[in-house]
């Protein structure tokens, strides 16, 4: 389930690069989307380079690689992002998390060969995901302006500096670039590749696909914040009252 | 990916499905759990008859839960918000049609084929005229995606008025969506683009 619900997320969240833009404070619309207009540009930007030349390139990555191959692929680089995922069990004060999941990097960074294979989720750790827009919602940070990243895709003031401790906190990063950039390019290409239904069900679904994924991406990311138990649920709110609004928000 | 996981994501992307008793030959469902179970039962009876029945024949099996467990006029009320009051009768009437239509086809549509899925029911809260009920897809290998049915009570009545999975509320994606095209392009842009995707739907099988 959190695989998939990751995997959800990196549709909406995209592929990997570090960017960082300061909180500035939000002035806030209906939306929270001062910058729509911007957004829906680099949107439009992010989807024909998709279209053209990166969906192109998963599908036949998926044509030429058997799914074992591409499910040791997808092992190995959850694996070798999870200190992100450890390190941020520190920051939001989740020990019994933090125990759990450092067993897990252990479990298959050993017997899973390296990140190859994934014998820690039968065991009983299955894989997580904490970064620093999380860490930050949990320190009380608002969410602040939806922001749609070139070449990332969603992102929002709070989060937009979680991809960066992502790259540091990656092993991968402090190898020779002769091993990190093909590495970087082929995690890239398997991540897109992983998500090819989830898109196309996008396309198909989708009436407005910018605000689709901004709605989907926001609602997800909180989501993930309470890891699917926000302490206000919204129960409550539908329960006792009788407007419509209740109606379109609960957990 | 393979077809299990297809499902757990489609779902996120889909909505409302829903059938009434009536559909099985029984009387009026006493609660809102019966509507929810039926639903269920309805959802793997379509995706049961998978390829023998095709598209057509799955729009059959589900119509008439669709249609009459949903609450279209709430569902349609809640997305479209203030511009609902904008628009006349003539344009609500389609609006409410167009959306039945549309999550008939749209679970027509992804629930195509079985692969030892399951429904269960794992929390419900009720109180007065309201009630939310948790259930889980659980699929052949134990994966589970959440599944929360909102229902009100209306003329002694239950309908489903919003699905929500994973935390990601189907009337909140509409009513974004919907929103802007209205805003921008007026609802009959609206609706003709919602009859562009039905017929998408249809054409895909």
Same mark, same amino acid.
């Given at each position: ?58 599908? @036949? ?10 499910? $040791?692929?997808?092992?190995? =680089? %959850?694996? +070798?992002?999870? &200190? ?15 125990? @759990? ?10 017997? $899973?060969?390296?990140?190859? =294979? %994934?014998? +820690?989720?039968? &065991? ?128 | ?205």
């Amino acid at each position: 389930m959190l695989k998939n619900r990751m995997q959800l997320k990196c549709l909406l969240s995209a592929l990997c690069i570090a960017l960082f833009t300061g909180c500035a404070s939000t002035s806030k619309t209906a939306n929270n989307d001062p910058h729509e207009s911007m957004n829906r540009k680099i949107y439009a930007f992010n989807d024909t380079l998709d279209k053209k030349f990166i969906e192109p390139i998963a599908k @036949k990555y998926v044509t030429v690689t058997p799914a074992v191959v591409r499910k $040791g692929v997808t092992n190995f =680089f %959850d694996n +070798a992002s999870y &200190l992100n995922t450890i390190t941020n069990d520190i920051l939001q004060g989740k020990p019994k998390a933090f125990f @759990k999941d450092t067993g897990r990097f252990i479990v298959n960074s050993s017997l $899973g060969i390296g990140g190859l =294979f %994934d014998p +820690a989720t039968s &065991l009983g750790m299955p894989l997580r995901e904490e970064d620093l827009g999380q860490t930050f919602g949990k320190w009380g940070a608002g969410e602040g302006a939806y922001l749609t990243l070139p070449f990332m895709g969603p992102s929002s003031y709070r989060d937009v500096s979680a991809p960066v401790m992502g790259i540091f906190t990656n092993p991968l990063t402090y190898l020779a670039a002769v091993v990190t950039v093909p590495a970087g390019v082929v995690s890239a290409i398997n991540t897109r590749a992983n998500l090819l239904d989830a898109s196309r069900l996008r396309d198909q679904a989708a009436l407005d696909p910018y605000a689709f994924v901004r709605e989907a991406w926001r609602q997800q990311r909180e989501y993930s914040l309470y890891d699917g138990n926000p302490p206000g649920d919204g129960f409550d709110d539908f329960i006792d009252g009788e407007s419509d609004a209740a109606i379109l928000r609960i957990y | 990916m393979g077809k299990v996981n297809f499902y757990r994501i489609a779902i996120f992307f889909l909505v409302f499905s829903t059938f009434t008793a009536r559909s099985w030959g029984v009387d009026d469902p006493l609660n809102g759990e019966d509507i929810v179970t039926n639903l269920h039962d309805v959802l793997l009876m379509a995706m049961k008859s998978e390829k023998n029945a095709g598209y057509t024949g799955r729009m059959n099996i589900i119509k008439d839960v669709v249609s009459e467990s949903f609450n279209f006029p709430l569902i349609s009320k809640v997305v479209l918000g203030d511009k609902w009051k904008k628009l006349s009768n003539e344009h609500k009437r389609e609006f409410v049609r167009v959306m039945t239509t549309l999550s008939i086809a749209t679970y027509a549509h992804y629930f195509s084929s079985y692969s030892g899925q399951k429904f269960v029911i794992v929390d419900r809260k009720s109180r007065n005229n309201s009630l939310a009920l948790g259930t889980s897809l659980i699929s052949s290998n134990g994966e589970r995606t959440s599944l929360k049915y909102l229902l009100r009570k209306s003329k002694n009545r239950w309908f489903i008025v919003n699905v929500i999975s994973e935390g990601i509320s189907d009337l909140s994606l509409k009513k974004a969506e919907y929103s802007y095209i209205i805003e921008k392009e007026g609802v009959q842009s609206l609706l003709k683009r919602l009859r562009v995707k039905i017929k998408a739907l249809e054409e895909l099988g």
